[in-house]
């Protein structure tokens, strides 16, 4: 079955750096997505990637190794803002998107 | 336009009845996807299309969940004997290279 692995929920402090990692199993690979989720709200895409290698924007960065079904999502400089849901996701071997459960991110003070 | 609408925001509904959720893409769009979100969960794929015709329903719960985009722009959701399990955030999403999706605000539909 295809299956794809995120921790439930993170606590972080403002102003610090947060990793959040997802583990994918999927028939075949056709690129991996992160998408920002706040309470009520649709997705936003935040990332894509698909090739092995890491992808900076601004605050966010997001790292893929496809040999090890592997990416994570680092947060810097955390904002309030930021407390939102972080939703990976895969495009598999039919080009349908693959959603993690999404990992809940608490900004404390 | 410049995003993906839908319509309506909220529908709370009696099990039993049938209801409708509207999908206008953004402009120029091709592909189109439902999905349907539940509590603390990611999207869980219902059906995708590309132009008028459904590629892939796969999706789709059961019979009781049928959708068209005729024109290949504005797309329908049908949901037919609603039950209290169809209560979700229903998400529209479109795009134009199957790689970049943009994404509605969902209807969240409440079945009593």
């Known amino acids: 079955g295809q299956n794809i692995d995120q921790p439930t929920e993170m606590t972080a402090t403002e102003g610090a750096i947060v990793q959040i990692n997802c583990t994918y199993q999927t028939s075949g690979f056709n690129g991996l997505f992160w998408y920002q989720q706040h309470a009520g709200e649709a997705p936003t895409f935040l990332s894509y990637?698909?090739l092995d290698g890491l992808e900076e924007k601004g605050r966010f960065s997001s790292f893929l190794s496809r040999s090890k079904g592997y990416s994570y999502l680092l947060l810097k400089e955390l904002q309030m803002k930021d407390s939102a849901s972080y939703l990976c996701a895969v495009k598999d071997s039919n080009y349908q998107l693959i959603w993690g459960a999404g990992t809940k991110l608490i900004i404390k003070p | 336009g410049a995003g993906v609408s839908q319509t309506p925001s909220n529908k709370v509904t009696e099990k039993g009845k049938y209801v409708e959720l509207r999908c206008d893409p953004i402009?120029?769009?091709?592909?189109l996807y439902w999905y349907r979100q539940s509590l603390g969960q990611g999207p869980e794929f219902l059906i995708y299309f590309q132009g008028t015709g459904a590629a892939d329903d796969s999706g789709l719960p059961n019979d009781r969940f049928f959708a068209v985009r005729p024109e290949g722009s504005v797309s329908t959701l049908k949901i037919q004997r609603t039950e209290r399990g169809d209560s979700a955030v229903y998400l529209c999403?479109?795009?134009?290279?199957?790689?970049?999706?943009?994404f509605g605000s969902g209807t969240r539909l409440t079945v009593v």
């Open positions: 999403a479109s795009s134009w290279d199957n790689y970049g999706y943009t």
């Open positions: 990637n698909v």
């Open positions: 402009s120029g769009h091709t592909a």
